[in-house]
DNA sequence: GTCAACCATTTTGTATACAAGATTACAGGC
DNA sequence: GCCTGTAATCTTGTATACAAAATGGTTGAC
């Protein structure tokens, strides 16, 4: 398993997301060194990158361990992430050419489909082609950067969350009422949809709550 | 000089700030380690820090630049920043205390003295507390690290836009505003008026195009 | 005279060696 | 018996050495 920190990056991230290296895990250098069979150098660099994007916390002189967020912290990352996807879907009704519309039907037409073939993973993956969609449309590279970000940081707990049962669905219906908004151009509708899509409230709270517990 | 990879990050952010490097300008890992008096490792990971925080551009393998964003990205990157300054001024409009107000408050003050001694450094100065005063308001951690973060990315563009004649005045009354909608608890108003407030538009918008251009 | 290929030089990426600070265990005192 | 101080060990941070890739210049051919 030689790696380049690049790579190192991806491998240790992906470790996070699975859950190979558990939340609160101190990450030994020298460990992860030997086990991906290279130096600290290039370690160092993919832990530091790790903890830009905010996935480990880099403590000076003490190590890096995994980020573990507590539930009140996890609800704030979603009510950003719920205003800036607002703001794409926005942007993306007023800004969407023809090019734009079809992408983010497709991803609309997919997501249709995993959800009758009742397959959660696959509908997970359509439903993040179907959102980049959206922030693609918006027109901002700088907003598009910014919720893919965001996205990736929070994508174990909206796996997480897809899980609570008839989620699915109804975020499949939502995706219709936003994909109508923006094609009408409705702004405003676009913002407030989306919002209510991301955002964690009422029920879904206490979804994302006891799946912290576990 | 001698200086560690903190202090060296920030002598470099600094750097980019003042215009000491300039946009577009290729840094050199051997010419800024003699120039710190430090060796090649700590200037990588100064680097990276500030790549991940977007201030420079990292090629693999072909080095480091200082990040130059055209017209239009600023343009989109102060639309986020609004969005978020705005939410953040919502949250702190629903769920301020008394020690928030006060720091809001002596903030504004602040403001006001900067202002009235037409100290437009130091108006500068004070606004950015009044800013952080909100943000820490909103009692959102994450949301005021992100605002914080791109607070940050577009300090050099807000100093320069605060050159623009009259532009101090306008802010201060417009933070007046602000503090009003907050303290009655007007969450859409402060949204509205913090929107409008950061937001480039209009006339502001050619002054920072030509801003730009210098 | 211009274009292309090859070689030299420069520069980034990685490995290893060394220094300094932090953690922990052990011993001595209260 | 418990707490505190000190020392040993372990871990992070920095320096240097080495490898690989990219850039630039020179030379040769068309």
């Known amino acids: 398993m030689t790696a380049t920190s690049k790579t190192l990056r991806d491998e240790i991230e992906n470790g996070i997301v699975t859950g190979d290296f558990q939340p609160g895990e101190r990450l030994d250098e020298v460990q992860l060194a030997t086990r991906y069979g290279v130096s600290r150098t290039p370690v ?77 993973d696959q509908y997970y993956y359509e439903n993040e082609i179907f959102h980049r969609a959206i922030y693609s449309a918006s027109h901002s590279s700088f907003l598009e950067e910014q919720c893919l970000a965001l996205h990736r940081r929070l994508r174990p707990y909206r796996r997480l ?28 509708q676009a913002r ?17 709550i006891s799946s912290l517990k576990t």
């Open 161 to 188: 969350q897809l899980r609570v049962r008839n989620r699915m669905k109804m975020s499949l219906s939502e995706h219709g009422g936003i994909v109508e908004a923006i094609t009408a151009g409705d702004a405003e």
């Open 192 to 208: 407030f949809l989306l919002r209510n899509h991301i955002a964690v409230q009422g029920d879904r709270f206490g979804d994302l």
């Open 44 to 120: 160092r660099e993919a832990l530091m990158q790790l903890g830009a994007i905010g996935l480990i916390e880099i403590r000076p002189r003490r190590g890096a361990v995994v980020a573990e967020h507590g539930p009140e912290r996890v609800f704030e990352m979603f009510e950003v992430m719920a205003e800036l996807e607002a703001m794409a879907g926005a942007l993306a009704a007023r800004r969407h050419n023809e090019a734009d519309m079809a992408s983010i039907i497709a991803a609309l037409e997919q997501c249709q489909n995993a959800a009758a073939s009742d397959d959660t």
